[in-house]
């Protein structure tokens, strides 16, 4: 079996400093000439506005905006990169108010990518549905990669496929499918997967797993001080030939625990800062979303972590509800907090203090996401009591639909590379999309560097919830 031990050390990168330069879809003004702006459609579609503002990056923020942007399908180049940030003016940089691209900064240049971008990770989960339909048991995982929507499959003959998987997707999008055949199928991996979760139970003390159908691997996350024995532990479960790469972070996955405005009529919705009665805290976690049962009424959704039942709670320095029901264990990390006839709710999510009600217009479906799609979070941590922080670091790139954070939990969580901290616990995950925000997830934990999160949908099943409607 083949195991490859990563370090995530961060890997310093010198970035010189820019005066005006110009690069390919960057116009300097230096000689007169003015940038391009986006067309009326884009402005509208992506709800874009002109930045002004200079910004010099940290090598962490530099590294995370270049992620972004090349899941978007345009240039990660650091140099193109550093001059949107510390140039907006001269460059033309334009940004999306509601974090289209992770809310990095883009030309106009770069339009008709991103909105291909935007059109492939729209039709990402009807296209996977399709691929999976016709290649069956060969079907190795699919993903969104830039502006082209990446299958993979095992044993199949990869341009016939090619031109099969196209018709049966939308036309629109039917340019952007990729085919390539890899050595494993999709149970393949899911199979190592529970292999090796099975085979380092008794190893290391903590540990997580994820299938990165990207790489066509197996991935295991562990303490720094675990990595060895936990790659001696891997060479003796046997997975039928899958990689498996050993991830040694700084850290385990830990759960993160710790807007706090009393709205008119007391209205409560996503992404508040809301507070555990005699935690001694200013705030615990961030509530996810208002959802609402025919038989019991309206809930509150946070991550099940944050309080135990028959807790009450409050936002805004207000009585909010009881916690009626949790899950520590399994295929999510969610709690209900009852707030039937005590606050009225809609289903509108804090994101910043001039955006403080954005609505959520959709709900994904049961597996309705795809690797390579960018999502983005509100915790009260990260975002800040106004939201106004960390507008990138908010937002990353989704690496696996089947992470497992270990002791206790399934592989049904969903991890991203977004940046998340203390408090952010319970925070709302959405799809940022031309067609608005979709209701993604709820933020169970992370380690920096990246996060992970329950799938909505298996909150809402298990407990015969739906998403309240915006207001």
Not at 41 to 60: G, K, N, P, Q, R
Request: hydrophobic share 45%; aromatic share 6%; proline share 3%.
């Amino acid at each position: 079996m083949e195991v490859v031990v990563v370090s995530r050390r961060t890997i310093s990168l010198v970035v010189a400093a820019l005066a005006v330069v110009a690069f390919p879809g960057l116009t300097s003004v230096a000689g007169g000439e003015a940038p391009s702006a986006p067309s009326a459609a884009d402005v509208d579609d992506f709800d874009l506005v002109a930045v002004t503002e200079s910004v010099v990056l940290t090598t962490e923020e530099l590294e995370h905006v270049r992620e972004l942007r090349r899941a978007a399908g345009v240039t990660d180049d650091p140099a193109v990169v550093s001059a949107l940030y510390t140039n907006p003016v001269e460059t033309g940089a334009w940004v999306s108010t509601s974090l289209m691209f992770g809310a990095t900064r883009v030309v106009a240049a770069e339009m008709p990518a991103l909105r291909t971008h935007a059109l492939v990770s729209w039709y990402a989960a009807t296209m996977e549905s399709e691929a999976e339909a016709e290649l069956g048991g060969g079907f190795a995982g699919a993903y969104v990669d830039g502006t082209s929507f990446a299958v993979r499959c095992a044993g199949c003959d990869a341009p016939a496929a090619e031109q099969a998987i196209r018709a049966r997707v939308p036309a629109e999008v039917q340019a952007s499918v990729r085919v390539e055949g890899v050595a494993h199928s999709l149970v393949d991996l899911v199979g190592a997967e529970r292999d090796v979760n099975e085979g380092l139970a008794t190893a290391v003390e903590a540990m997580a797993t994820a299938v990165d159908v990207r790489t066509n691997r197996v991935v295991v996350e562990v303490a720094d001080e675990d990595a060895a024995l936990a790659e001696a532990a891997i060479d003796d479960v046997e997975t039928d030939g899958v990689p498996v790469d050993v991830e040694a972070t700084d850290s385990g996955p830990e759960d993160y625990v710790n807007k706090n405005d009393f709205y008119a009529f007391g209205l409560v919705g996503g992404g508040m800062a809301i507070k555990r009665m005699g935690s001694g805290s200013s705030w615990d976690c961030t509530s996810s979303l208002p959802a609402t049962s025919a038989v019991y009424g309206d809930f509150l959704l946070t991550a099940g972590h944050c309080g135990n039942v028959s807790s009450t709670w409050r936002q805004g320095g207000s009585d909010l509800g009881t916690l009626a029901i949790d899950a520590d264990s399994g295929n999510f990390d969610a709690a209900a907090i009852s707030t039937a006839g005590v606050r009225p709710s809609a289903g509108n999510t804090h994101w910043t203090s001039s955006d403080y009600w954005h609505p959520l217009t959709f709900t994904i479906g049961l597996n309705g996401d795809a690797v390579g799609q960018t999502v983005c979070h509100n915790g009260a941590g990260l975002t800040g009591l106004s939201g106004n922080l960390n507008g990138s670091s908010r937002c990353g790139v989704i690496s696996s639909r089947a992470f497992d954070p270990g002791a206790g939990w399934s592989n049904k969580f969903r991890k991203a590379g977004f940046a998340a901290t203390t408090g952010d616990s319970g925070a709302t995950v959405v799809w940022p999309t031309i067609f608005g925000h979709g209701a993604a997830g709820i933020i169970k934990g992370g380690n920096g560097s990246s996060a992970h999160y329950s799938h909505l949908p298996h909150v809402l099943q298990a407990w015969g919830l739906t998403v309240k409607a915006w207001a």
